[in-house]
């Protein structure tokens, strides 16, 4: 079983940059794509970036520009990159991985493992 870890949230604000990042506990992670979505209290999980394991990557238009993924598949680990972050980036952040669905990478039905979540708060 693969168990992911979020960190890097926090608190800042509007217009600044924040990484975050995304460890996985197994090796084996590096040949399955990764995401990352974001959660606002009372809504839906909201696709937000992801990441094949050769690296095709796929951003959501609300924060196309201003957010990037990545990943060190040495260190079993994915970024995503926020910069120009604005007070509607508030939300939790999640890591998941797809192992067995095999579906498209934009719905959270489709991923298999979930880390537990990061906060981002900007303020303005």
């Known amino acids: 079983q693969v168990q992911l870890v979020e960190s890097g949230g926090g608190l800042v604000q509007a217009g600044d940059s924040l990484r975050l990042s995304c460890a996985a506990s197994?090796?084996?992670?590096?040949?399955?794509?990764m995401g990352w979505f974001r959660q606002r209290p009372g809504e839906e999980r909201e696709f937000v970036a992801s990441i094949t394991w050769n690296g095709n990557t796929d951003i959501a238009d609300s924060v196309k520009g201003r957010f990037s993924i990545s990943r060190d598949n040495a260190k079993n680990t994915m970024y995503l990159q926020m910069s120009s972050l604005r007070p509607d980036d508030t939300a939790v952040y999640y890591c998941?991985?797809?192992?067995?669905?095999?579906?498209?990478?934009?719905?959270?039905?489709?991923?298999?493992?979930w880390g537990q979540g990061t906060q981002v708060t900007v303020s303005s």
């Open positions: 998941a991985v797809q192992i067995y669905n095999g579906e498209s990478l934009h719905y959270a039905r489709s991923y298999d493992y």
């Open positions: 197994a090796r084996s992670f590096t040949r399955y794509p």
